[in-house]
């Protein structure tokens, strides 16, 4: 019962994280080929950040319930 759950959520978080990276990259390129430096590096960091989502999804969702 718990492993359906946790793959669920892990699942969502893993989405939810891969969006968001996929959009940081999309914007990080449209600035580098517009020579924008702001909106490259707005999406360089909304991709760390995505990734960073997909990392915790990784890492915390398991430990949470493997105390359960």
């Known amino acids: 019962m718990y492993t ?5 959520i892990q ?5 939810v994280g891969g969006a968001i990276a996929v959009v940081g ?3 990080a390129l449209s600035g580098y080929s517009n020579q924008s430096s702001g909106k490259m590096s ?8 995505g990734a960073g989502i997909v990392a915790i999804g990784m890492t915390l969702v ?7």
Do not use: H, M
């Not at 359906?4 to 669920?8: G, R, S, T």
């Not at 707005?42 to 950040?49: H, L, N, Q, R, V």
């Not at 398991?62 to 359960?68: D, E, L, M």
């Open 4 to 8: 359906v759950i946790q793959d669920a």
């Open 11 to 15: 699942t969502l978080i893993y989405i």
């Open 25 to 27: 990259v999309v914007d």
């Open 42 to 49: 707005e999406g360089i960091i909304k991709a760390i950040g």
């Open 62 to 68: 398991p430990q949470i319930f493997a105390g359960i």
